[in-house]
């Protein structure tokens, strides 16, 4: 299973861009690389998920360079309700998922 | 309408008793999970089961033992209860466990061991 590296926390004021960086340099060519958000005392919930290039919907754009080494979740202009715990995920599309989540990146945003 | 639902949400018990988590999804999903969250926030996946079948078993002691009734519900039940059991456990569902589907994870039962 590839594994991924992401910072462990992060801060941010609100109103700005926030851009979380995930490392996965033994990405396989069937894997996916996919974004979760966990609240506190909540499940995890899928924010995004792409194979390459930029992917976007309207909670966040992920962009993932062609050698897919690595991949970002970009959060547009965040609010205090963005303060969260963001999960990179790499997921082989072979079969059926198994998914590692790794430690995450605590977001807190800033008044 | 809750679309992945655990009972319950809080559960306190003493060392050495059995008890049981039930979990079940209204969103017409094949596949569903068991994962374990420790005080770490480490999110560990357990088991799966796609269309009442176990698909996957990690490793994970054979005092825990899921129960696939129907595709709507996993439930999980834990023998013999040990201190190291204290976690946040979520159950979660996909369309059919396939990498392209997302995963909808419920909110949790917080499990504590006296």
């Known amino acids: 299973l590839a594994k991924t590296t992401q910072p462990i926390s992060m801060d941010s004021y609100e109103g700005q861009e926030v851009n979380i960086t995930c490392s996965h340099n033994?990405?396989?060519?069937?894997?996916?690389i996919t974004w979760y958000q966990q609240f506190p005392s909540q499940g995890p919930r899928f924010i995004i998920q792409?194979?390459?290039t930029k992917v976007t919907n309207e909670v966040a754009s992920l962009f993932i360079p062609a050698d897919r080494k690595s991949s970002t979740l970009s959060l547009p202009r965040v609010s205090l309700s963005d303060t969260a715990v963001y999960y990179c995920?790499?997921?082989?599309?072979?079969?059926?998922?198994?998914?590692?989540f790794g430690t995450g990146t605590k977001l807190q945003v800033i008044p | 309408d809750t679309a992945v639902s655990q009972t319950p949400k809080y559960l306190v018990t003493q060392m050495g008793n059995d008890k049981s988590i039930k979990c079940e999804q209204n969103?017409?999903?094949?596949?569903m999970y068991w994962y374990k969250q420790d005080s770490k926030k480490f999110l560990k996946i357990m088991f799966s089961?796609?269309?009442?079948?176990?698909?996957i078993n990690e490793t994970v002691p054979n005092r825990f033992s899921p129960k696939s009734p129907d595709k709507a519900h996993l439930n999980l039940h834990i023998n013999s209860l040990e201190l190291g059991d204290s976690a946040v456990y979520f159950c979660?569902?996909?369309?059919?466990?396939?990498?392209?589907?997302?995963?909808?994870f419920g909110d949790g039962t917080r499990l504590s061991i006296l």
């Open positions: 995920l790499v997921v082989n599309s072979g079969g059926y998922q198994k998914v590692t």
């Open positions: 792409g194979y390459k």
């Open positions: 979660a569902s996909s369309q059919d466990g396939g990498a392209g589907q997302p995963q909808h």
């Open positions: 089961y796609n269309n009442k079948e176990l698909i």
């Open positions: 033994n990405i396989a060519t069937n894997d996916y």
């Open positions: 969103l017409g999903h094949d596949t």
